[in-house]
């Protein structure tokens, strides 16, 4: 067009008189858009209310991707239903099958299906299947693996890299390096670096700090305790296992 557009597909584009640069294809797609410049919408009903009045910078591709977005702006959207029920949203990026599909915030990143799923909050980070899946409230997270935070609701300012890290509910500023890192705890401000620390067992304690493969595995609610090594904390280690006790400083196993 001479407005620079280029549109294809049935209501595709239907009510733009002086957007220009903008590119849509597929039935639906930038149906809303009147005078907003430079967005690209491809897929049954991509960005289909949009209607900014001016330079969006919008990309969204797949079906009823951004279908809700009406006016926010420079996201990055892939994906069958990718953030199709953000309307306000901006900068956030969205790549798989049902990432960022809540009415989520500015600023988030998600890669995977279903990452970030029901996200509202802002400044989130998920990398990986179902990462950071049900985190709703939550912001300034970052879950790097498979099933990373899968299970966290409202914890805020968490770090998780490894498959399951971070799976149970957990609370605020926790930190989890490694596969099923903490993968069942509820607690705040705990660190666990390394495959199993602070393991499979429900786990309500806080401010453990904890580092070695399977260290801290038995904790179950104890506190303030710095265990350091392989196993450190479990059955075979001086003091045998730790699991409510508290303030406790464990190096390595007996072995």
């Known amino acids: 067009s001479a407005n620079g557009n280029s549109l294809f597909g049935s209501h595709c ?55 809700a977005l009406v006016d926010g702006d ?79 609701v409202d914890g805020d300012g968490c770090t998780a890299v490894g498959r399951s890290a971070l799976s149970g509910n957990c609370g605020d500023f926790n930190t989890a390096m490694g596969f099923d890192s903490n993968s069942l705890g509820t607690g705040v401000r705990n660190t666990a670096v390394g495959a199993f620390a602070m393991g499979e067992v429900a786990n309500s304690g806080g401010t453990n700090t904890v580092m070695g493969y399977a260290a801290g595995y038995n904790l179950t609610s104890g506190s303030n305790n710095l265990l350091l090594g392989n196993d450190a904390g479990r059955s075979s280690t001086p003091g045998g296992a730790i699991t409510t006790g508290s303030n406790t400083i464990t190096l390595g196993d007996n072995s």
């Open 74 to 152: 420079h996201n990055t959207i892939m994906g069958y239903g990718a953030f199709d029920d953000c309307d306000d949203g901006g900068n956030n990026v969205a790549i798989g099958s049902g990432t960022l599909s809540a009415n989520c915030g500015d600023n988030n990143t998600a890669v995977g299906t279903s990452a970030l799923a029901v996200n509202t909050g802002a400044n989130q980070t998920a990398f990986g299947y179902q990462a950071g899946m049900r985190l709703t409230t939550g912001i300034n997270s970052t879950f790097i693996g498979s099933l990373c935070g899968d299970h966290t």
């Open 13 to 67: 584009g239907d009510a733009i008189t002086t957007g220009a640069r903008n590119t849509a294809l597929g039935f639906g797609a930038l149906n809303s858009e009147v005078t907003g410049t430079r967005s690209t919408a491809v897929g049954y009903n991509a960005l289909a209310v949009q209607n900014l009045s001016a330079e969006s910078h919008n990309t969204s591709v797949g079906y009823n991707s951004s279908g």
